[in-house]
C-alpha cells in the first residue's frame, strides 16, 4: 500500500504560480508511475498530468500544457507539480496518484490517492 501526502496549496492571484508536491511512503516509489488530479467544486475529476517511473514519459492534459510540469525524485521519493500562469479556472482540489501504469493513470485509473489540497486562483 502506498501512502501519498500532499502539500503546497492556497490561494494565489491569476497569473500566479504555485508548487504542489506529494511525499511518497509504504512501497518502493521508483517502480509506479504518480500523476496529479484535480476536481473543481460541482464537476468530476480530471486527470492533470502523469509521468512514469523513470520521468522519460510524462503527460497533460491539453488545458494545462505549456503551463503546468510535472517532475519526480526518486530518491527523495516526492513527485512535484509546478503550475505557472494559474487562471480562475484551474481552482479545485489536487490529488496525487500512483497508477500501475501511466495508460490507467490517464485514464483516470489508479491504485492509491492523496488527501487532496486546495488550489484557489483569484481573479
Known amino acids: 500500500q502506498v501512502q501519498l501526502v500532499e502539500s503546497g496549496g492556497g490561494l494565489v492571484q491569476a497569473g500566479g504560480s504555485l508548487r504542489l508536491s506529494c511525499a511518497v511512503s509504504g512501497r518502493t516509489f521508483s517502480h509506479q508511475p504518480m500523476g496529479w488530479f484535480r476536481q473543481a467544486p460541482g464537476k468530476e475529476s480530471e486527470f492533470v498530468a502523469g509521468i512514469n517511473r523513470s520521468g522519460s514519459d510524462i503527460r497533460y492534459a491539453d488545458f494545462v500544457k505549456g503551463r503546468f510540469t510535472i517532475s519526480r525524485d526518486n530518491d527523495e521519493d516526492t513527485v512535484a507539480l509546478q503550475m505557472n500562469s494559474l487562471k480562475p479556472e484551474d481552482t479545485a482540489v489536487y490529488y496525487c496518484?500512483?497508477?500501475?501504469?501511466?495508460?490507467?493513470?490517464?485514464?483516470?485509473?489508479?491504485?492509491?490517492w492523496g488527501q487532496g489540497t486546495q488550489v484557489t486562483v483569484s481573479s
Open positions: 496518484a500512483a497508477a500501475r501504469s501511466l495508460a490507467f493513470l490517464q485514464g483516470g485509473s489508479a491504485v492509491s
